[in-house]
Nanobody, 124 residues
Framework: QVQLVESGGGLVQAGGSLRLSCAASGRTFTGDAMGWFRQAPGKEREFVASITWSGDAIVYADSVKGRFTISRDNAKSTVHLQMNSLKSEDTAVYYC?????????????????WGQGTQVTVSS
C-alpha cells in the first residue's frame, strides 16, 4: 500500500520558518517527481513546488519563490519543504504528492499519490 506521510506542520508567527517532511513507502518512487500543494479554507488546492528524481528541475509557485525550498533524499524516500519568511497567506493544509513520471507539473491532476496533509498556520 502506497503511503505518503507529511510531518512538520504547526503554528508559527509571521516571519518564522517551518520545515515540512514527507516520507514515502509502499512502492519504489525511483524516477518519480514529487510535489507539494496547499489548500486554504474556502480555496482550491494550489501548487507550491515540485522536484524531479535527480533534482535537476525544480519549479516553484511565484507566491513562494525565494522563500521556500524543496529538496529530496532518495535514499530515505523523503521530500522536504523548507519554508522561510512565512506570511499569514501561507496558512493552509500542505499536501505531499508523487507522480509516476520524471517531471513535476503544477496541476494536481497529474499526481497519482497523495498524503493526508499537515496544517500550517501563520499568525500575524
Amino acid at each position: 500500500q502506497v503511503q505518503l506521510v507529511e510531518s512538520g506542520g504547526g503554528l508559527v508567527q509571521a516571519g518564522g520558518s517551518l520545515r515540512l517532511s514527507c516520507a514515502a513507502s509502499g512502492r519504489t518512487f525511483t524516477g518519480d517527481a514529487m510535489g507539494w500543494f496547499r489548500q486554504a479554507p474556502g480555496k482550491e488546492r494550489e501548487f507550491v513546488a515540485s522536484i524531479t528524481w535527480s533534482g535537476d528541475a525544480i519549479v516553484y509557485a511565484d507566491s513562494v519563490k525565494g522563500r521556500f525550498t524543496i529538496s529530496r533524499d532518495n535514499a530515505k524516500s523523503t521530500v522536504h519543504l523548507q519554508m522561510n519568511s512565512l506570511k499569514s497567506e501561507d496558512t493552509a493544509v500542505y499536501y505531499c504528492a508523487a507522480r509516476s513520471g520524471y517531471y513535476g507539473y503544477t496541476s494536481s491532476k497529474y499526481y497519482d499519490y497523495w498524503g493526508q496533509g499537515t496544517q500550517v498556520t501563520v499568525s500575524s
